[in-house]
């Protein structure tokens, strides 16, 4: 749900409304993802021979452009980009969304 928010006077004006189901392995992705960050008990602490400082030696940059987003991140830019497009016929103005600029 996309809503835009007036804090003087505390109201929510929906802008947009988008049911979403998952899929069965949409589910099981997450639930992957939720158990990783769970956190795990300790066992015991050892000394750990020291490591040497700074970047190590032939490693890259990475292109951080590339990204590859989850379906959950899609639905929701699909719906911003609609919502986007909705304001931009009744603002009259230009408005840069995800990716792209809208014009009324």
């Known amino acids: 749900m996309i809503s ?3 804090v003087t006077d ?3 004006y929906p802008l947009a ?9 949409e589910k099981a992705e997450t639930g992957k993802r939720q158990k990783k960050t769970g956190k795990k ?8 021979p020291a ?3 700074g970047r190590p030696k032939g490693v890259l940059n990475k292109d951080k452009l590339k990204l590859e987003l989850s379906p959950e ?3 929701s830019a699909r719906v911003i980009e609609g919502s986007l497009e909705v304001i931009a016929t009744f603002g009259g103005g230009q408005i840069s969304g995800i990716g792209r600029t809208f014009r009324a």
């Open 41 to 48: 008990p300790r066992k015991s602490v050892k000394k750990k």
């Open 73 to 75: 991140l899609l639905r």
């Open 17 to 25: 409304v988008k049911q979403t189901i998952r899929e069965k392995d």
């Open 51 to 53: 490591k040497l400082r």
């Open 10 to 12: 505390r109201q929510s």
């Open 4 to 6: 835009l928010i007036d």
